[in-house]
C-alpha cells in the first residue's frame, strides 16, 4: 500500500512541475475626454488605473481595480466616493493644482498633457502651464510593476509670494482617513514648527495616499479651502525667484506594512505583535522567492519546511488515528457486549486504550497545529498580494494570490483527501462507524465548496499537506499492518 500511494503522489506531483511559460503586464495608455470636456488621459498599469486631466494640470484619479480577495477595488485619489461605482465630489480640490497668488484661481488653468515613453515598461506624463510671470511642468512617472509609487517631478520658473500646491483633498467626518505628517523620520498629526519636513497625506484603514519630498526647504504644508469651501492640504512657496524644482514620490494604494517599507514610508504605520510576526513570515517568503525565482516554488518550501517542523507530531496524530480505527471492530463488540451497562463499558474501553498505548485525543492536537500555519500563509498571501501579482504565474495559476481560474488545485486537493479517506475505510474495515465514514467522505467536497475563491497560494499548501498526509498515513497503515492484532476483548461472562 505505502508503494501505491508513493506512486499516486509522485504522478500528482508530477501535475505540479509542468506549466505554460510566464506572462508579463503591458502600460495601457489611453486618450479622451474628461468630464469638463478638457484634454484626458489614463495610464493602467498592472495595479493602478491613473487618470490625467487638463483641467487645472491634476491626477484626478488613482484607481486600484487589483483586488484580490478580502479587498474591493477603489479610488485612493481624495475626494471620491468609495461606493462601487466610485463619484468625485462636486467642487473638490485634486492634486497638483496650483494657486500662484496663494488662493484658487478664478478660472481652471489650462495645461498641455504630453507622454513621454521611457522604455518598455515606462510611461512619463507631463503636464505644463505657463501664466503671467509663472510657468509650471508637472511630471509623474508610470513604471509598469511598480508598488503603488509613482515619482513626481514639480518644476515652478518665475517669480511670486505664497504659492499654494494643493496635494489633496482633506475629507471630513468620522471614519475618514487620518492627515499624517512625516518630520524626521516620525509622524505627527499636525504641522511642527521645527524640524527637517519630509512628507503629508491620508493614512486610512485600507488605503495610503501619501507625498515624500526631498529638498523642501523654504517651504512649508498648509491646510486650507478652495472657492466652494471644500478643505485641502499641501505646500507652500512663501518665494519664489527663479527656478524650483520639486521631487518626491506618491504612494497612492493599499495599507500594507510590506509595501509601505518598500517606498520607505514604514514609519506611518504601527505594528502589533502579530503584525510584526507576519511581516517575518512574509520576508521569509520573499527569501525563498528570490532562491527559487517563484512564488509557487515559494510556498512549496515553506510547506515543507512547516511539515518537517511538525513531523514528529503528525506521524503520532497519523498513528493514533490508525490504532483507533483499528479498534472499531473491537469496540463495537464491547458496545454489544456492555450495551446496559455504560460504565463497565467505559472501563473495559480504557483498558483497550491502555494495553494499545492509544490516546483517544492524540490525533486532534497535532492536526489543529496546521491552522496557524494556514492562518499565517494566508495573511501573508492577503498582505503581500501585490508582490504574488507581479511574479511569474506557477505552471497554470496565473496568480497565485487570486482563485484559480481552473479550480485543478482544488480537484486535486480533494481528490488526494478522498483517497486518504479511501485508504482508512479500506483499512479499518466494513464494521468501522458509517456516520464518521460519511463525513469524512463528505468534508472534502463541502470545504471544496465552501472555500473555492481562496487564494490558489492558499489551496497549494493545503494540496502538499493533503498529499503529505496521504502519504504518512499509508506509510503508516503499512507499518502497523506488520504488528500483530490487538487481542479480542473478553466475553462479558468470563468477567
Same mark, same amino acid.
Given at each position: ?34 468630464? &469638463? ?44 466616493? @468609495? ?17 500662484? @497668488? ?71 467626518? $468620522? ?19 521645527? &524640524? ?26 498648509? @491646510?486650507? $479651502? ?26 497612492? &494604494? ?92 467505559? $472501563? ?120 503529505? @498526509?496521504?502519504?504518512?498515513? &499509508? ?21
Amino acid at each position: 500500500m505505502a508503494k501505491k500511494v508513493l506512486l499516486i503522489s509522485l504522478l500528482l506531483l508530477g501535475l505540479v512541475v509542468s506549466g505554460p511559460a510566464r506572462t508579463g503586464y503591458e502600460l495601457k495608455v489611453k486618450e479622451g475626454t474628461s468630464p &469638463g470636456g478638457g484634454q484626458e488621459l489614463v495610464v493602467e498599469n498592472a495595479l493602478v488605473r491613473y487618470r490625467f486631466w487638463a483641467e487645472d494640470g491634476v491626477l484626478a484619479s488613482c484607481y486600484l481595480y487589483f483586488a484580490p480577495y478580502g479587498t474591493r477595488e477603489l479610488d485612493v485619489v481624495p475626494g471620491w466616493t @468609495q461606493d462601487k461605482e466610485p463619484e468625485l465630489i462636486q467642487d473638490v480640490s485634486l492634486p497638483l493644482e496650483i494657486w500662484p @497668488q496663494g488662493t484658487p484661481p478664478e478660472e481652471p488653468l489650462p495645461h498641455r498633457i504630453i507622454q513621454v515613453p521611457r522604455g518598455d515598461k515606462t510611461l512619463e506624463v507631463k503636464l505644463s502651464w505657463e501664466g503671467e510671470g509663472l510657468a509650471v511642468e508637472k511630471r509623474f512617472t508610470v513604471v509598469e510593476d511598480a508598488l503603488y509609487t509613482v515619482p513626481v517631478e514639480i518644476r515652478l520658473v518665475g517669480t511670486g509670494e505664497g504659492i499654494r500646491i494643493v496635494l489633496g483633498h482633506f475629507p471630513q467626518g $468620522k471614519g475618514v482617513p487620518e492627515l499624517v505628517y512625516l518630520y524626521d523620520g516620525k509622524k505627527t498629526s499636525s504641522p511642527l514648527a521645527s &524640524g527637517s519636513f519630509r512628507g503629508v497625506g491620508l493614512v486610512g484603514r485600507e488605503s495610503v495616499f501619501f507625498w515624500v519630498f526631498q529638498g523642501t526647504e523654504g517651504l512649508k504644508p498648509f @491646510q486650507g $479651502k478652495n472657492r466652494a469651501g471644500q478643505p485641502v492640504f499641501g505646500l507652500e512657496i512663501p518665494t519664489l525667484s527663479g527656478e524650483l524644482v520639486l521631487k518626491g514620490t506618491l504612494y497612492a &494604494g493599499r495599507n500594507r506594512y510590506i509595501l509601505l517599507e518598500k517606498a520607505g514610508l514604514e514609519e506611518i504605520v504601527d505594528l502589533g505583535f502579530f503584525s510584526r510576526f507576519l511581516v517575518g513570515v512574509i520576508r521569509f517568503l520573499e527569501v525563498l522567492y528570490r532562491a527559487t525565482g517563484n512564488y509557487g516554488w515559494a510556498i512549496i518550501l515553506f510547506t515543507l519546511a512547516a511539515q518537517l517542523f511538525l513531523f514528529p507530531l503528525t506521524r503520532t496524530q497519523i498513528r493514533s488515528m490508525a490504532k483507533m480505527q483499528r479498534l472499531q471492530p473491537k469496540i463495537q463488540r464491547l458496545q454489544r457486549l456492555y450495551k446496559d451497562d455504560k460504565e463497565a463499558f467505559q $472501563k473495559h474501553v480504557m483498558e483497550l486504550y491502555r494495553q494499545e498505548k492509544v490516546n483517544p485525543l492524540g490525533g486532534c492536537f497535532p492536526f489543529l497545529l496546521q491552522f496557524p500555519f494556514l492562518i499565517l500563509l494566508w495573511q501573508s498571501i492577503f498582505n503581500s498580494a501585490e508582490l504574488f501579482h507581479l511574479s511569474p504565474p506557477f505552471l497554470w495559476i496565473p496568480d497565485l494570490s487570486l482563485p484559480d481560474p481552473y479550480y485543478i488545485i482544488i480537484v486535486l486537493t480533494v481528490g488526494v483527501q478522498l483517497l486518504g479517506q479511501w485508504i482508512t475505510t479500506r483499512r479499518s474495515g466494513a464494521q468501522a462507524a458509517g456516520g464518521a465514514q460519511l463525513i469524512g467522505w463528505i468534508f472534502p467536497l463541502f470545504f471544496a465548496f465552501m472555500f473555492r475563491n481562496f487564494p490558489a497560494g492558499l489551496w497549494l499548501y493545503w494540496f502538499l499537506y493533503s498529499s503529505i @498526509q496521504s502519504l504518512l498515513q &499509508g506509510i503508516v497503515y503499512w507499518e502497523l499492518s506488520r504488528v500483530a492484532p490487538p487481542p479480542e476483548p473478553k466475553d462479558a461472562g468470563n468477567n
